[in-house]
């Protein structure tokens, strides 16, 4: 759903260069980056489902790390805050990992 509203949004000439702060990226900077930690806890407590499973913690604790302070999100934001002079104000009202409603002001 998050590349969808991201395609959609980038198809509109009207909006080049601008930041898209609606839908799904209203709650949080990165819906995908979320989503893919999401599915990681998930295996997660599918393994816990048997013997020893549990030792398997380290994968989701180690991808949701990548995924929001690694090599994933600070990054790509690197890359964006130089492109969009925007997206310094988009930063402080909007969460960067877990979906959260957004700041006022």
């Known amino acids: 759903m998050g590349d969808e509203q991201l395609r959609r949004f980038r198809a509109d000439p009207a909006n080049a260069g601008e930041v898209l702060d609606r839908g799904l990226?209203?709650?949080?900077?990165?819906?995908?980056?979320?989503?893919?930690?999401?599915?990681?806890?998930?295996?997660?407590?599918?393994?816990?489902?048997?013997?020893?499973?549990?030792?398997?913690?380290?994968?989701?604790?180690?991808?949701?790390?990548?995924?929001?302070?690694?090599?994933?999100?600070?990054?790509?934001?690197?890359?964006?805050?130089?492109r969009r002079p925007a997206y310094a104000d988009y930063v402080r009202r909007t969460s960067g990992f877990l979906p959260l409603p957004p700041k006022r002001g």
């Open 25 to 82: 990226r209203r709650y949080t900077r990165h819906p995908n980056y979320f989503g893919d930690a999401c599915v990681w806890w998930g295996l997660y407590l599918v393994a816990c489902s048997v013997p020893f499973g549990a030792v398997t913690v380290l994968s989701p604790v180690l991808m949701t790390w990548l995924l929001a302070r690694g090599t994933g999100k600070p990054l790509l934001e690197r890359g964006i805050a130089k």
